[in-house]
């Protein structure tokens, strides 16, 4: 099936005009380096694991940032408050 895919993509570049190709090979390029670098970093997560310098590699969530909504506060300004504390 990818064999399939790969024959229609090839089919497919004969049509496109040379700035179309050149935007495609510098997206390929970008690709394939991205790849890269994901593979030499699993290789080295795999290293500190193997070499006992970890015990697990923790990856960040990403989760949508909520909206922050500020408050009014009355008084002083914060920043008042903490120099006069640290006095």
Do not use: C, W
């Not at 049509?15 to 994901?38: C, G, H, V």
């Amino acid at each position: 099936m990818a064999i399939e895919t790969l024959n229609q993509i090839l089919k497919q570049l004969e049509t496109l005009e040379l700035k179309e190709l050149q935007q495609l090979n510098q997206t390929i390029q970008k690709y394939l380096a991205d790849n890269e670098e994901t593979l030499k970093q699993a290789a080295f997560h795999q290293a500190l694991i193997d070499s006992g310098l970890v015990k697990q590699i923790k990856h960040p969530t990403y989760e949508p940032l909520t909206e922050r909504r500020l408050i009014h506060a009355e008084g002083k300004p914060i920043s008042e408050s903490i120099i006069e504390e640290r006095r």
